[in-house]
């Protein structure tokens, strides 16, 4: 089960790096910053999925003492995530919105 953690931190990674693309290149490339938009919401939301379905293997394994000591840094960074996500995404949107 420990590549549900390297997925998530992926598809954390793709998440981030999508709005970036649709900052600098959308407009150029004619690529649809819609589009980047979603699929990086989406990377968002299943990078999360996967941590949960991990906690969830912790509990099917009883091993209650990983997942005590993981569960304060998995909800931090999600939600560092989820934040970052958020403000990448409104800034390719804003940026995106104002060269149509």
């Not at 979603?38 to 299943?46: E, K, Q, T, Y």
């Not at 999600?78 to 409104?90: D, E, F, Q, V």
Request: hydrophobic content about 55%.
């Amino acid at each position: 089960m420990a590549w549900l953690n390297g997925g998530s931190l992926v598809l954390g990674i793709i998440a981030w790096t999508l709005p970036i693309i649709g900052i600098l290149i959308a407009k150029e490339k004619k690529l649809n910053f819609w589009s980047l938009t979603a699929l990086s919401l989406m990377a968002c939301a299943i990078a999360i999925f996967f941590q949960m379905m991990y906690n969830q293997h912790l509990i099917d394994i009883e091993d209650m003492s990983a997942l005590l000591d993981t569960s304060k840094a998995v909800t931090y960074i999600s939600g560092i995530l989820l934040l970052i996500t958020g403000i990448l995404n409104a800034l390719n949107v804003g940026i995106n919105q104002k060269k149509i």
